[in-house]
């Protein structure tokens, strides 16, 4: 039953029936849309560019009259993987980073590299998912 209780969270994969222009787009138009925030919030380098496909979803989200609350929530439940994925990224560090350190626990540092590499990689994940999340609900 606490099986169950994951995927009720989770926005990926629940219609929301509302009456908004996005939902009268096409089957097409949507899956373009749905490239053109994954495929450069995957690809790109640019942390720019990763900050925009995380608020492009939620601007439509709010054209598509889906509550904001819904799709972020439907990311809680998938923290701990991200924060496991948070601390590979910091734990196995590359060799010869030259950017200043923020925080020393013994062994394991976290240089102003790595936090840019985690921050970057939780707004992909964060855009990756309200994107497909939103796909998916209209």
């Known amino acids: 039953m ?3 209780e994951f995927w009720r969270h989770v926005s990926i994969g629940r219609y ?4 908004s222009p996005v939902h009268r787009l096409s089957p097409v138009a949507k899956y373009l849309w749905l490239l ?3 495929i450069p919030a995957s ?5 720019l560019v990763v900050l925009v496909a995380t608020i492009i979803p939620l601007i439509i989200a709010k054209i598509a009259r889906v509550r904001l609350r819904f799709l972020l ?9 991200l924060g496991l994925a948070a601390t ?6 590359w060799p010869g980073d030259k950017t200043a ?3 020393a626990l013994g062994p394991v540092s976290i240089s102003a590299r790595e936090a840019v590499a985690v921050a970057s990689m939780a707004l992909r994940f964060v855009a990756m998912m309200t994107s497909i999340g939103l796909f998916t609900s209209v």
Do not use: M, N
């Open 16 to 19: 929301v029936e509302a009456d």
């Open 88 to 93: 590979f990224q910091v734990v196995f560090s």
């Open 36 to 38: 053109a925030v994954v």
């Open 2 to 4: 606490k099986r169950l």
């Open 101 to 103: 350190v923020l925080i």
């Open 43 to 47: 690809v790109s380098t640019s942390s």
């Open 73 to 81: 929530g439907g990311i809680l439940p998938l923290l701990p993987f």
